[in-house]
T-cell receptor, first 115, second 109 residues
Framework: DADVTQTPRNRITKTGKRIMLECSQTKGHDRMYWYRQDPGLGLRLIYYSFDVKDINKGEISDGYSVSRQAQAKFSLSLESAIPNQTALYFC??????????????FGPGTRLTVL | RKEVEQDPGPFNVPEGATVAFNCTYSNSASQSFFWYRQDCRKEPKLLMSVYSSGNEDGRFTAQLNRASQYISLLIRDSKLSDSATYLCVVNPGSYKLSFGAGTTVTVRA
């Protein structure tokens, strides 16, 4: 079983719709992250959370919100989707005791298309 | 200026060849460095960390040049399975990882 799972894996929606992407992990990590990936650009951090009560904006948080429902769950919402939010979205986790101090473990990604 | 810059490639090489590529980073205070591998439409996975003295992992060799602020990856005896996009990743000293856009390598039979 995958350690980091994301649902849905693919989603097509229309401009103005509210969308939620979900992430769950069984690695027992405290730290969770949401990134988006666009062609020709590196992964860009949207939000991150170091524990259930901690939520922080990343470099491109406008138009997004998150909820850390439990240690294992971190969801990303697009309140009113727009076409330039079409991208591949990744959830990632990391733990302070990871073998490599900053290694992040990624989910399989959600491909979102906003029409 | 981007925090991490990479030649996008593609580097198209025959099986058995050696291929090498670099990335540059802008933050001289960066503390740790990594190469991640990403297969088409899949999630990135850690390939190897990059240490100051350079390090090898099988056919892969990573080097760090702090003075010139670049990191390199060399792949010897390329296999078809090495075809992927290689992401240069830099940690500037906090929670945050900065990702390059990736270098695409295609190994042909």
């Amino acid at each position: 079983d995958a350690d980091v799972t994301q649902t849905p894996r693919n989603r097509i929606t229309k401009t103005g719709k509210r969308i939620m992407l979900e992430c769950s992990q069984t690695k027992g990590h405290d730290r969770m992250y949401w990134y988006r990936q666009d062609p020709g650009l590196g992964l860009r951090l949207i939000y991150y959370s170091f524990d259930v009560k901690d939520i922080n904006k990343g470099e491109i948080s406008d138009g997004y919100s998150v909820s850390r429902q439990a240690q294992a769950k971190f969801s990303l919402s697009l309140e009113s989707a727009i076409p330039n939010q079409t991208a591949l979205y990744f959830c990632a986790t990391s733990g302070e005791t990871s073998g490599s101090a900053n290694e992040q473990f990624f989910g399989p990604g959600t491909r979102l298309t906003v029409l | 200026r981007k925090e991490v810059e990479q030649d996008p490639g593609p580097f198209n090489v025959p099986e058995g060849a050696t291929v090498a590529f670099n990335c540059t980073y802008s933050n001289s205070a960066s503390q740790s460095f990594f190469w991640y591998r990403q297969d088409c439409r899949k999630e990135p996975k850690l390939l190897m960390s990059v240490y100051s003295s350079g390090n090898e992992d099988g056919r892969f060799t990573a080097q760090l040049n702090r003075a010139s602020q670049y990191i390199s990856l060399l792949i010897r005896d390329s296999k078809l399975s090495d075809s992927a996009t290689y992401l240069c990743v830099v940690n500037p000293g906090s929670y945050k990882l900065s990702f390059g856009a990736g270098t695409t390598v295609t190994v042909r039979a």
